[in-house]
């Protein structure tokens, strides 16, 4: 009878997975069939060479050492094929699939900078595709990922000159992005512009290096995306705390102003004390939130009216960009929400915040604006068109909106 009572662990860290076996099994014997049908194509080119005994000229001639390719479940081995020609003139085959020195699948370099903006440092980036390709990755360095994010920097000046002048641009939403840096002086300020165009598809602009969001900076990037063909838009949204007014004035003076809602119900409720801001908020939506521009006058007296005497600068702060508050009025009522605010812009860059605040100490500030770049254009992509964009249109054309309403007459005169 065995009485042992020592119990064997060996291999128990060892996670089984036949089925990601058989997929690599399967993905082996494809990706092997594969170059060798690529080889055979190959030498096909060469049938009529022959010898001067009339046997082929160029055959195959073995294969090269194995190798493993990292893909997306994990590492595939492959021989590539090798062949010679017997005719004294070289030749040298070349797979399209396994080309030298390639070590991994497009898809897992692709992946690399998706997870370093996601959020996985440089020197977790080894253990993390570990934990998802398998224990035997290999070949995810950190030189690999700083090869990858220099990369960025030629994206993003060849995206800074891109023609824009394909497309109509009839919204833009503008404001600035702050984020600390680690050992600098002041914090980098990142001046954006996300348009809006005849179709309904939003984009990013711009996404400039500035100063403290000067008029001068902001001269500098509308006068850049004017020379890249920008024509002056319809509507422009942000904070009116900006030196973006004063130059967009100068280079769009066509282009009508609206100030953002939400910047500005905060900068109003900073000047009244807490107990009292819950009823100003309810009142500043009753502003934004009436039907038409007539009740939301009467709103807007009715708040300087409760607050003007005990709380001058609340009220100030609010009369001196009445009109400007108030523009939205004049465009399609489908748009209001989007119009209404410099949301997209304060949306899309709340994860980019995420992810900066993790590198700041690593990055400088070039390197923080190509990280900016690389999560504004992931974040491009789950945007949805504008609500109502079929009525961008009639902006285009000039429609007056009443209200948000097209005006029965002017779909007669189109007529």
């Given at each position: ?33 594969a ?8 030498l ?63 898809s ?32 995810f ?11 960025w920097?030629?994206?993003y ?77 319809k ?16 280079v ?6 609206q ?9 109003v ?13 309810k ?8 039907e ?22 609340a ?93 029965s ?7």
């Amino acid at each position: 009878m065995d009485d042992a009572t020592i119990i064997d662990f060996t291999g128990r860290d060892t996670v089984a997975d036949p089925l990601t076996d058989l997929l690599r099994k399967g993905a082996r014997e494809l990706l092997q069939a594969a170059v060798e049908a690529e080889r055979d194509a190959y030498l096909a080119e060469f049938a009529e060479r022959r010898t001067s005994d009339g046997r082929a000229a160029v055959v195959g001639n073995g294969y090269h050492p194995e190798r493993a390719v990292q893909t997306g479940i994990g590492p595939v081995t492959v021989k590539v094929p090798k062949v010679r020609a017997k005719d004294g003139r070289p030749v040298t085959f070349r797979s399209a699939l396994v080309p030298p020195y390639v070590r991994k699948a497009k898809s897992i370099e692709a992946a690399l900078p998706w997870l370093y903006l996601k959020g996985i440092s440089t020197g977790e980036m080894d253990a993390a595709l570990k934990v998802l390709l398998g224990p035997d990755a290999t070949g995810f360095s950190a030189k690999t990922i700083s090869r990858l994010k220099a990369r960025w920097g030629q994206e993003y000046d060849d995206w800074r000159r891109a023609d824009l002048s394909r497309d109509e641009w009839v919204y833009v939403w503008a404001d600035g992005i702050y984020s600390g840096l680690r050992g600098a002086d002041d914090r980098l300020c990142v001046l954006v512009v996300i348009g809006v165009n005849a179709r309904g598809e939003k984009h990013f602009l711009a996404i400039e290096d500035g100063v403290r969001e000067s008029t001068q900076s902001w001269r500098e990037v509308l006068l850049g995306l004017k020379g890249r063909g920008l024509s002056a838009p319809k509507l422009a949204t942000g904070d009116g705390a900006m030196g973006f007014w004063a130059a967009l004035e100068e280079v769009f003076p066509t282009t009508r102003q609206q100030r953002c809602w939400m910047h500005k119900t905060g900068n109003v409720l900073n000047y009244l004390p807490k107990r009292t801001q819950p009823k100003a908020r309810k009142m500043l939506h009753d502003i934004w939130q009436a039907e038409t521009r007539e009740d939301a006058h009467k709103a807007f007296d009715l708040f300087i009216e409760t607050f003007e005497a005990k709380h001058p600068k609340a009220t100030e702060c609010l009369i001196k960009d009445r009109d400007e508050l108030l523009t939205f009025y004049d465009f399609p009522a489908q748009h209001w929400q989007s119009i209404r605010t410099s949301n997209p812009i304060e949306s899309a860059f709340a994860t980019i915040r995420h992810r900066t605040k993790r590198t700041k100490g690593c990055l400088s500030r070039d390197g923080m604006l190509h990280m900016m770049f690389k999560l504004g254009q992931c974040a491009e992509k789950s945007w949805r068109k504008l609500r109502g964009f079929a009525h961008l249109a009639d902006v285009i054309e000039g429609v007056d909106f009443i209200n948000g309403i097209k005006p029965s007459n002017q779909d007669q005169a189109a007529a």
